[in-house]
């Protein structure tokens, strides 16, 4: 299972946790698993998102791939002034 980790604001939608097993294959179904799982968290998924798998930062990657002994980061979008 793929190790996740919320960064940022982003654990306060998952009820204080920042750390998951998932069994996920690509973005498209870890969003579906966490949103499924939060549906508070949902709504921040959609947009606004990177996501570094295995250290390597993707954005609007739907489709990455996720293997089973990956490492993902879903890192929220950060305002600039």
Do not use: K, M, V
């Given at each position: 299972m793929a190790r996740v980790v919320l960064n940022g604001n982003l654990k306060?939608?998952?009820d204080?946790?920042?750390e998951f097993d998932l069994d996920v294959n690509d973005v498209r179904q870890l969003f579906a698993q966490l949103g499924a799982r939060?549906?508070?968290l949902a709504p921040h998924l959609e947009e606004g998102i990177a996501v570094a798998i295995d250290g390597e930062?993707?954005?609007?990657a739907w489709f990455a791939a996720i293997g089973p002994d990956s490492e993902v980061h879903v890192i929220p979008k950060i305002g600039g002034g």
């Open positions: 306060q939608y998952s204080g946790r920042s939060y549906p508070q930062i993707f954005q609007d």
